[in-house]
């Protein structure tokens, strides 16, 4: 079980759209639609922003969108803003009730 | 609204056995559907998986953690722990108590707590 792959960092100008990849193995990603999406701001817990690969929570803004094709899953955020500078995290099913998360991305808006 | 709240000290030494506990409130813990677990972040670094538990009492570990790691569940006190034994200072980190809803990936998470591993 080897943590998902995601890029170390990702930065964008407000008002710009940036993607946030996720790349599995057919053992998770690409078996299940069971991915999650996850910010986190500094000292805060991680809060959920898409589950199910492209399901939005009530609460969360439209302007985050969650997509997966084969083993790589996707969370676009577009009209950046400042608050949306912070951490993500993926999360997916792994089978046999184990889940597993990528290694994180820090968005920098620029 | 759901609240967990997650207990324990925060300070262990090498080779001793860590213990947390998050008290659930604003829902109960036998709940239909959901799952009760841990997940850990080390300082500046990035969130691991540590396991989950239904409130029947079946558990699923990490199987990385799976030979250190024991959860438990009491109905009675709408409770859940984690055990961690052999702990080294690669254990130290951010230990956060989490609800899953069952199927989804939906995870909400408690505040976290900091548990440091050093002599």
């Known amino acids: 079980q080897s943590a998902l792959t995601q890029p170390a960092s990702v930065s964008g100008s407000p008002g710009q759209s940036i993607t946030i990849s996720c790349t599995g193995t057919?053992?998770?990603?690409?078996?299940?639609?069971?991915v999650s999406w996850y910010q986190q701001h500094p000292g805060k817990a991680p809060k959920l922003m898409i589950y199910?690969?492209?399901q939005r929570p009530s609460g969360v803004s439209n302007r985050f969108s969650g997509s997966k094709s084969g083993n790589t899953a996707s969370l676009t955020i577009s009209g950046l803003q400042a608050e949306d500078e912070a951490d993500y995290y993926c999360?997916?099913?792994?089978?046999?009730?184990?889940?597993?998360f990528g290694g994180g991305t820090q968005v920098t808006v620029l | 609204q759901l609240q967990l709240q997650g207990s324990g000290p925060g300070l262990v030494k090498p080779s001793e056995t860590l213990s947390l506990t998050c008290t659930v409130s604003g829902g109960s813990i036998s709940t239909t559907g959901y799952y009760w677990g841990w997940i850990r972040q080390p300082p500046g670094k990035g969130l691991d998986w540590i396991g989950t538990?239904?409130?029947?009492?079946?558990?699923y570990y990490n199987p990385s953690l799976k030979s250190r790691v024991t959860l438990s569940v009491d109905t009675s006190t709408n409770q859940f722990s984690l055990k961690l034994s052999s702990v080294t200072a690669a254990d130290t980190a951010v230990y956060y108590c989490?609800?899953?809803?069952?199927?989804?990936?939906?995870?909400?998470w408690g505040q976290g707590t900091l548990v440091t591993v050093s002599s």
């Open positions: 538990i239904y409130y029947s009492g079946a558990t």
């Open positions: 199910e690969a492209s």
């Open positions: 989490v609800r899953l809803i069952s199927g989804s990936g939906q995870y909400y």
């Open positions: 999360c997916s099913y792994a089978g046999s009730y184990t889940w597993v």
């Open positions: 057919s053992s998770d990603v690409g078996n299940y639609n069971v």
